[in-house]
T-cell receptor, first 118, second 114 residues
Framework: QKEVEQDPGPLSVPEGAIVSLNCTYS??????FMWYRQYSRKGPELLMY????GNKEDGRFTAQVDKSSKYISLFIRDSQPSDSATYLC??????????????????FGQGTILTVHP | KAGVTQTPRYLIKTRGQQVTLSCSPI?????VSWYQQTPGQGLQFLFE???????NKGNFPGRFSGRQFSNSRSEMNVSTLELGDSALYLC?????????????FGEGSRLTVL
């Protein structure tokens, strides 16, 4: 079983829809939770960054972390065709708790391919 | 501010050959990480360098190696290439050691092994 599970989709929605993307994880040491967006033939770019549990909102994007359930979500409101991309969740443990073994290492989900059609 | 630059962007090699990929991090960033991305396995961590020292290594065979120079530029090398090494190799830089997620990725070097 992978440390981070993410439904690869693909997910197709009409413009204006609310999109919900999710990841589950098994490593309770994870403290930092990220969502990256990757357009075709490009490198991933950081979209949202959350430390520990809670919600974070940035424009049309909301990230939620529920550490008790080991579950994170990304919501996209009023989705646009330009949101069509692969969305990757990523996690890392606290550097202080990692014992030096997790430097620079993010554990990624498989990625969800999202298409928003006009 | 220039982003992370990776060269070459595309390359084709044959089995048994070796390849060297280059990465120039964002100016001022001292940490460089390398990841392999394939359709089957997704993004997998290769190694991380900080101040010319390898701080962490993923579960890849010894054919995969890397180094970092005093100007923070990094290279990775894959020797005795196998078909399964075909992938997108991504370099990411961050400001501090012990990345907590704020990695900045380059566009990658797409390697095809025939």
């Amino acid at each position: 079983q992978k440390e981070v599970e993410q439904d690869p989709g693909p997910l197709s929605v009409p413009e204006g829809a609310i999109v919900s993307l999710n990841c589950t994880y098994s490593n309770s040491a994870f403290q930092y939770f990220m969502w990256y967006r990757q357009y075709s033939r490009k490198g991933p770019e950081l979209l949202m960054y959350t430390y520990s549990s809670g919600n974070k909102e940035d424009g049309r994007f909301t990230a939620q972390v529920d550490k008790s359930s080991k579950y994170i979500s990304l919501f996209i409101r009023d989705s646009q065709p330009s949101d069509s991309a692969t969305y990757l969740c990523a996690m890392s443990p606290s550097a202080a708790n990692a014992g030096g073994t997790s430097y620079g290492k993010l554990t990624f989900g498989q990625g969800t391919i999202l298409t928003v059609h006009p | 501010k220039a982003g992370v630059t990776q060269t070459p962007r595309y390359l084709i090699k044959t089995r048994g050959q070796q390849v060297t990929l280059s990465c120039s991090p964002i100016s001022g960033h001292r940490s460089v990480s390398w990841y392999q991305q394939t359709p089957g396995q997704g993004l997998q961590f290769l190694f991380e360098y900080f101040s010319e020292t390898q701080r962490n290594k993923g579960n890849f065979p010894g054919r995969f190696s890397g180094r970092q120079f005093s100007n923070s530029r990094s290279e990775m090398n894959v020797s005795t290439l196998e078909l399964g090494d075909s992938a997108l190799y991504l370099c990411a830089s961050s400001l501090a050691q012990g990345a907590t997620g704020e990695l900045f990725f380059g566009e990658g070097s797409r390697l095809t092994v025939l």
